[in-house]
Nanobody, 121 residues
Framework: QVQLVESGGGLVQAGGSLRLSCAAS????????MGWYRQAPGKQRELVAG???????NWADSVKGRFTISRDNAKNTVYLQMNSLKPEDTAVYYC???????????????WGQGIQVTVSS
């Protein structure tokens, strides 16, 4: 099995910054795409940013220019640097990863347990 563990969340004032980390561990042969999603109260989960194994990224329009996604393939870790935070960024943030457990297996998407980010006005 594979575990994804997020860290780095918390409470910050508007305009501040946080850096989220998500480390994957367990039975991993390779990881393709990794990403961050968020879910605010009463809303659906939405994509924040994604990054492929070769570094190609995609973003939600709402975070472009403020958030940066990166990954360390040697550590099976993805990061989300969040700057100029706004109250509307308040949500539970989830990371995910498309993992192949063995060369002959298909990819499976694993999710972290989620971490709270609260931005006060």
């Amino acid at each position: 099995q594979v575990q994804l563990v997020e860290s780095g969340g918390g409470l910050v004032q508007a305009g501040g910054s946080l850096r989220l980390s998500c480390a994957a561990s367990g039975s991993i042969f390779s990881i393709n795409a990794m990403g961050w999603y968020r879910q605010a109260p009463g809303k659906q989960r939405e994509l924040v940013a994604g990054i492929t194994s070769d570094g190609t990224t995609n973003w939600a329009d709402s975070v472009k220019g403020r958030f940066t996604i990166s990954r360390d393939n040697a550590k099976n870790t993805v990061y989300l640097q969040m700057n100029s935070l706004k109250p509307e960024d308040t949500a539970v943030y989830y990371c995910n990863a498309d993992v192949r457990n063995a060369p002959w297996n298909t990819e499976y998407t694993y999710w972290g347990q989620g971490i709270q980010v609260t931005v006060s006005s």
